[in-house]
Nanobody, 122 residues
Framework: QVQVVESGGDVVQPGGSLRLSCVAS????????MSWYRQAPGKEREWVAD???????NYVDYVKGRFTISRDNAKNTGYLQMNNLKPEDTAVYYC????????????????WGQGTQVTVSS
């Protein structure tokens, strides 16, 4: 059994900062790519950023320079540091982790968390 749990969402004023966390737990052999997505009301879920096991990062253009994705492999934990938040960043933020639970080909799957709400409002 594997769980992915996000935390850190909150209500913040424009220009503020938040740090989201994503913890993977359970019968884990290894956690590979970790990604953050978000879904605003009435919109489809969209990719925000990802980080490989080795620390290579990628971002969607509109968060570059404001958001930083990172991870602690020893803790199976990923982070999303969000600075200079804007009202349009308001969304539920989801973490996706590519996790190996065994050594056969069926033991590598993507697991999603339940999401954490980020609201940017004055």
């Amino acid at each position: 059994q594997v769980q992915v749990v996000e935390s850190g969402g909150d209500v913040v004023q424009p220009g503020g900062s938040l740090r989201l966390s994503c913890v993977a737990s359970g019968s884990i052999v290894s956690v590979y790519d970790m990604s953050w997505y978000r879904q605003a009301p009435g919109k489809e879920r969209e990719w925000v950023a990802d980080v490989t096991y080795g620390g290579i990062t990628n971002y969607v253009d509109y968060v570059k320079g404001r958001f930083t994705i990172s991870r602690d492999n020893a803790k199976n934990t990923g982070y999303l540091q969000m600075n200079n938040l804007k009202p349009e960043d308001t969304a539920v933020y989801y973490c996706k982790a590519e996790i190996r639970t065994g050594w056969d080909t069926k033991s590598w799957n993507a697991y999603w968390g339940q999401g954490t709400q980020v609201t940017v409002s004055s």
